[in-house]
C-alpha cells in the first residue's frame, strides 16, 4: 500500500543523485536507503558491505539464483 511521506529537499536532491547512478527510481533509491538503516539498526555490529551482501543474497535466493556451496 503506498502511502505519501514528506521528506526534506537536501534528501530528495541526493536520492535524485544517487538513484541515476544506481538505476532506481527516486522512491526505489529511498526505500534501499531505509533497509540498509533498518539492517544497520537490527546488527549494529555489522557492516554496510556486509549487509549489502546479505541483502543480495536474499534477493538472489528469492528469484532461485541458488548455488550449492562446496568447500574447496
Not at 534528501?11 to 544497520?40: F, M, N, P
Not at 543480495?56 to 548455488?67: A, F, Q, R, S, V
Request: hydrophobic share 35%.
Amino acid at each position: 500500500m503506498a502511502t505519501a511521506v514528506r521528506i526534506s529537499e537536501n534528501l530528495l536532491t541526493d536520492a535524485r543523485k544517487y538513484s541515476k547512478v544506481d538505476h532506481r527510481s527516486i522512491t526505489g533509491q529511498i526505500e534501499h536507503w531505509a533497509r540498509i538503516g533498518k539492517c544497520v539498526e537490527e546488527n549494529p555490529d555489522l557492516t554496510y558491505d556486509l549487509i549489502k551482501e546479505i541483502l543480495i543474497g536474499i534477493n538472489e535466493l528469492d528469484h532461485g539464483e541458488k548455488t550449492e556451496y562446496t568447500f574447496g
